[in-house]
């Protein structure tokens, strides 16, 4: 596993834990199937069968659905890590950090006791960057990843 992997992984688990909802089988989830393919959810259980795009290795995506039951045995991967999920995260993250987000995408952490304190440029010059046109985790930069990883381990 690259370092990269790994932080995706503390980041991940860091957000899952400040926010279950992203594991829940609803519309946008991502499962695997017992058999190794993947399948991403597109409806909520309010329809009487699970329909989902699946994603088949070296065939094109397509449509199918199966009854909801049938669904207790996929993996359930879940759907993708975006900043609002990093910034409750980090909300409640051992030694709780207090961060912005520029209107950028640049991310900022204060230092200090919240009385006399900066916003600083920590660890980095430049800061890291969340790319605003690209929110999920797995598209951002490995500066960015690692310093968010960071914050969250």
Known sequence: M?????????????????????VELKFGCRFKFPRGSYGTLLCDKEWKRAKFLVALPQLPPHYDELRWDDMEDVEIIGRPIRLADVLLAMETAKGSHHVAVRNDGGI??????????????????????????????EEQSDECVAFLAGLLS
Do not use: H, M, Y
């Not at 992997?5 to 688990?13: C, F, G, V």
């Not at 919240?114 to 929110?135: C, E, H, K, M, Y």
């Open 108 to 137: 900022l952490v204060r230092e200090g006791n919240g009385i006399t304190s900066n916003w600083s440029l920590q660890w980095r010059n430049p800061f890291p960057v969340w790319n605003l046109r690209a929110d999920n985790l």
């Open 2 to 22: 690259t370092d990269r992997q790994k932080n995706l992984e503390t980041i991940r688990a860091a957000c899952i834990k400040a926010n279950p909802e992203i």
